[in-house]
């Protein structure tokens, strides 16, 4: 009996070896507010939460998995990851299968994936993989090279159509590249050059998307579409008050005005039911989150595991506050789920391998400070 | 090292030179994080004061919005619009009927409810993997059709069931109808229930909105090129819905504006003449007026009803259609090219007339063949012992090969290629219905760019005399479509002006009345003498008088201008004579015959062409006979529609 008793202790022991408490606990009350959120936005579809539980099953697996690789071989994984990642999307370009008019998943005979999702895991790590081979000696070329790495699979994910997903993935490009050192002289041009480019840009960007940009700025547009979601959100944000309307009583949500609420739109039924304390809470529980992650870049000991924690810890922070500005009505309607709270097996997965890079940087950290 | 650096920096310039020292290097990071943590702090901060504005600040007025939001905006589709004949009579129209629709987000477990359903109304197993199917292609957020067509008792007795299906509902949808059926069906098309496709095109014309409360689009035909006419606008209702969503009372009403109705220039009673003429053979015709282009009759046949496409053609009846060796769903006209066989040699009398290679009244000698110089191959004409002396109006009337051949002997191809593309050979008509195939017009540059690519030698790419030889009688690499045949003859009939062709003759807006109708456009003028181009035409009449087609048009009780053709589908051996009968049905050679009436005032020009019909005089001819018979004096053919002429022994060609 003491055996056992000492086994199982030992076998936890090895599972808690490479978790992060305070990452896992910040992740997994997450998740629960996604689940009972869920509940309410399917009107108490319980087979949908149960599947959701079952994707993040799956999920903490792979995070395990992932805890338990050390950064050094993570980095061996980045480029084969990053050229299967690429192929992926060029063969969803030439045959991907059309799910609501865009052309994102790849049948693979087991099942649909969708490589963007794999795309957002592997461009940091190939980025971070390479200024890690070129460190000490990074200059502007380097910078190109990385920028090109960048562009390709952005502008593939942006032809599927998917737009949200392109900006994402570019933006977590990009977070590689400032924390690499991009001096702030070319942040500030890339950022004026894009000011200037949005007038070249416009003519030749997809009719639906300048509908929806110009629908945010002025909703009153498309009574049917794009600016009636926009309004409907912020109704129901808006009359769920201090305290909310309280779980499962948010008429916005149970009477049909809210569009894709167990998605992109998911936030608006927490807003609505859990009110502005809900709202705080949510965005404290994503602090921490972040905060601890930043805590775990700043320690870790390598460039390659600098980069590749930092920037996984800004997509979070990214995904988290596009969301909510863009359900909030501070941002024009781009298709971004909330990060571990939307519906999405795929979503929650990549999010958790994510949280288990991280998790493995931490484990690895510099144990002696200088 | 600290030289290095400056060097590099006044070189560059833009990389942090601190990267160079592991320490700072890590300090600079460090400080790259601190900016992008306050950064995290500032936006999070700003997301809490909109919360704050949202929430406290606006409280009352959401609120106030959300508790008067028991106003849901409801779609109304427009009706969508009537294709008529030109004389008004009706080829396609909607009309309203209940069906059974089903919410799945609503609904708990789908397969019971169906189950319980089925108790109430039929449902078929059909009707539930047409429904399984649109589960799959849609989001659950929309009601999605389980049956359709409910008659009065269904309707009735769901109505009194209709507390026990939650989710589940009866709505009242436009259905399209297609009464003539298989008549003219690649005209009108039909259509179908909007795919993933379909909302990329949505997506394109901006009409995303429009189409909410839509389910349905044109696919084929007309229906698919003239949709955004057809469609109409779509109208809105506010309606209050109470706690449970449901509607309780209509607040506004903005009408829906129905599609424009579209007026052809087909007649539905001589393309039903047409169609009966063809009997159960597979062809194409296609009857232009030569004055303006306007397409009088548009036949491919087999057709196909499109009254199976409408709610989702079943497995059975799809497999039927696509599968069938006649080919049912190709669109002959537009998408079969074929090779023009005899019928080209007008064409290439007005070209060599133009050119001066020939005069009208030069003759050849015909031993019925023809031999290359240096080659002991002999290209044979269809009359054994051969046509005697022929000069240019005899070559057309008889239709002797030998002189043709002798005349793509001494013309180089593409001269003769650039003379034919006034026609508008080898390229699209510009019809107003989509999927036009351009066929081949050869010259040097096609053929290269034909077997161009690593599968060919260079050899294969050359062009030969004998490749003329053949194109010389419309054998050999030409492929023509009806559509463009047609096109040309009526260009012939026309005096030398083709006109596009064209199917739609006005679109009517109901709503104000206004009335576009189309314009005719001209698509080429020949650069040809009128002297020449009477020549050819004096030809054409001589065919139905005393040529290859007189058997068609004996007694017939106007002038006819016309040119037989036989496509051939494989080659004879020297010396071996082509019989119909001992040749499987499905190789014997495709019959053309192009015509115009009354050969001095044209007002209907035609291309017919029957697959597989033998000799265009036996096959071909009598179609149009029947067509103009019908036209031009409004007699109907009793019974066989030629039929005699058929049996006859007219096998010259």
New interface residues.
Partial sequence: MANLVALLAKLWERLARPVDSLLMAAALALVGVGLVTLFSA??Q?IARVLGQAASLGLALVLMWVVANISPQQLSRVALPLYVISFFLLVAVAAGGT????ARRWLNLGVGRIQPSELMKIALPLMLAWYFQRRE?R???GD?LVAAVLIAAPVWLIEREPDLGTALMIGACGFYVL??A?L?W??IVALGVAAAAAVPLVWPHL???RQ?RILTFLDPSR????AG?HSA?A?????????IGKGWLNG??T????L?ERHTDFIFAVF?EEF??IG??VL?VL??LL??RA?VI??NAST?FA?LVA?SIT?MF?TYA?VN??MV???LPIVGVPLPLISFGGTALVSLFVGLGILMSVQANRKLVK? | MRRLFTR?RSS?G???P???N??R?LA???R??TV??AL??V??A???A???Y???V??R???T???S??I??V?IAPNRGVITDRNGVVLAQSYSAYTLEVTP??V?NLEQTIDELSDVVEIQPRDRKRFKRLLEET?N?ESLPLRTRLTDEEVARFAVNRYRFPGVEIKARLFRQYPFGEIASHVIGYIGRIN??D??RI????Q??NY?GTDYIGKVGLEFSYERELHGT?G?EEVE?D?G?RAVRTLSRTAPISGNNLRLSLDIKLQQAAEAAFGDRRGALVALDPATGEVLAFVSKPGFDPNLFVEGIDPANWDALNNSPDKPLLNRPLRGAYPPGSTIKPFLALSALTSGKRTATQAIFDPGFYQLPGSAHRFRDDKPGGHGYVDMTKSIIVSCDTYYYMLAGDTDIDVTHDFLAQFGFGAETGIDIEGELPGVLPSRDWKRQRFSGKNYREEQRKWYLGDSISAGIGQGYNAFTPMQQAMAIATIANDGIGFRPHLVHSVENVRTGELREYVPEVAHRLSVKPENLAVIRNALIGVPREGTSARAFVGAKYVSAGKTGTAQLFSIKEGEKYQSGRVDERLRDHAWYLAYAPAESPRIALAVLVENGGFGAQAAAPIARAVFDYYLLGVTPGGGSGESAREGDDESD
């Fill in positions: 399917t009107e579809n059309v799910v609501n008019g000490a990074i200059n502007l910078f400032y924390l050192g001096s002289k070319i997809h009719a639906y509908e498309d009574p049917l579409g009636y409907q912020s109704i129901a944000l808006g009359s769920g008050g201090v008429t916005q149970h009477l049909d005005f569009p807003g009110g502005l709202n705080a965005l994503y602090l972040i905060g930043l870049t700043a460039l600098r930092g800004l922070f506050f909510m500005a909030s009505g501070l200088t | 590099r560059l833009l990389v942090a601190e990267l160079r592991p320490e290097e600079h990071f460090h790259r994080l992008a943590a995290i702090v936006a999070f700003g997301l809490f909109r919360f704050f949202l929430q406290v606006e409280h007025h959401f609120q919005l959300a508790e939001n028991r849901a905006i779609p987000s609503r708990k989001k957020f993933d496709r909302v990329e997506d394109e014309w901006e995303t909105a909410k779509t809105f819905v706690a969503g």
